[in-house]
C-alpha cells in the first residue's frame, strides 16, 4: 500500500497454498484482532481449538496469511486502527481479512434471487448458479483531498470527529457513473464551499472502516469563502502547514498526503 510500496512482495493466488508450520494467522473477536504474548500474529501450531470461518488472505514476501473468527475471548484484543500505528505491513494484510471475512457474511444470499450463494473454487468469488452472478469482495472508491493555497492547506473537522478533534483533508465516495475527478471537484464544493483546479494524484490506501479504496490528490484553491455542510462539518479553516492542528494519523493517506505537501514546499 502507500509508503511501503516495492518494499513487500504481496501475492494473491486464487488458492490456498499446502498448509506449513510457518502459515500464519490473523484472529477477529468481537470486531477486533486477538493477541496473544504480545502480538497479532499466530503461527499454525498456537491456533486455539474454537476458530471459524478460516478464510485465505494471501502471501506476504512468501508466508502464508489466513484469519478466522475467534469463539473464545482471547487474552487481549487491538483494533485494526491501532496496529496500523504500529505497523503498515500487519494493518495492510489485517485490512483485506477483514474484507474477506465481511464479504463472505455479506454474500451468502444472491442479491437478485435470494437463493444461497456458493464460493468458487480458485477465486474470490461467491455465485449463483441459477442467475449466473458473481458476487466478489467489495472495495469502495472514495476521493481523498488535500485543498492547498501556497503555504496553506484546508483542513476541516467532520461531525465523526468531534471527540478527537481532529483536522483532516476532506473525503468521500464517489458515485457510480462519476470519475475521482468529478468526485473531488463536487465533494470539495459540497463539504466547504470553495472552488479547486489543477488536481494532481498522489496515491491510494486501502482503508477497512469499511472497505474503502481511498485515492489521493492535491488540488489547488481556486475561489471562494469557505461555507461548511449543514450536519456534515463542524469546522473548516485555513492552516499553515508549519502550524497544523490535531490531525490523521500518520499511517493513513491523510496524514502522508500532509506530510508529503510539507516537504514538496520545503523543496520549493
Ligand atoms: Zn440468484
Redesign the pocket.
Known amino acids: 500500500m502507500l509508503y511501503e510500496v516495492g518494499q513487500h512482495r504481496v501475492d494473491l493466488p486464487g488458492l490456498a497454498p499446502e498448509p506449513q508450520a510457518a502459515d500464519r494467522f490473523l484472529l477477529w473477536w468481537q470486531g477486533d484482532l486477538a493477541e496473544h504474548d504480545d502480538t497479532v500474529i499466530w503461527q499454525r501450531f498456537e491456533l486455539p481449538e474454537a476458530v471459524s470461518d478460516i478464510e485465505f488472505v494471501g502471501l506476504l514476501n512468501g508466508h502464508a496469511y489466513y484469519t478466522g473468527l475467534l469463539k473464545q475471548a482471547p487474552e487481549s484484543t487491538q483494533t485494526l486502527r491501532a496496529l496500523g500505528i504500529q505497523s503498515e505491513t500487519a494493518f495492510m494484510m489485517a485490512a483485506r481479512a477483514r474484507g474477506l471475512l465481511d464479504w463472505r457474511r455479506q454474500h451468502k444470499f ?6 444461497p ?1 456458493q464460493a468458487m473454487e480458485g477465486e474470490s468469488a461467491m455465485v ?4 449466473r ?1 458473481r458476487f466478489y469482495p467489495r472495495v469502495s472508491p472514495c476521493i481523498i483531498t488535500l485543498v492547498t493555497r501556497g503555504p496553506e492547506v484546508l483542513l476541516a473537522q467532520g461531525v465523526h470527529h468531534r471527540q478527537s478533534g481532529w483536522y483532516s483533508t476532506l473525503a468521500g465516495f464517489i458515485e457510480t457513473g462519476e470519475s475521482a475527478e468529478q468526485a473531488v471537484l463536487r465533494e470539495v464544493r459540497e463539504e466547504v464551499g470553495v472552488s479547486v483546479h489543477n488536481l494532481r494524484y498522489q496515491g491510494s490506501q486501502a482503508w477497512p472502516f469499511p472497505h474503502q479504496l481511498m485515492l489521493g490528490f492535491w488540488a489547488d484553491y481556486e475561489q471562494g469563502d469557505i461555507v461548511m455542510a449543514d450536519g456534515e462539518i463542524l469546522d473548516a479553516q485555513w492552516f499553515h502547514i508549519d502550524r497544523l492542528p490535531p490531525g490523521p494519523p500518520g499511517f493513513s493517506i491523510a496524514g502522508w498526503m500532509l506530510r508529503r505537501y510539507r516537504d514538496f514546499l520545503a523543496e520549493l
Not at 128 to 131: A, D
Open positions: 444472491c442479491g437478485q434471487c435470494g437463493r450463494t449463483c448458479q441459477p442467475c452472478l
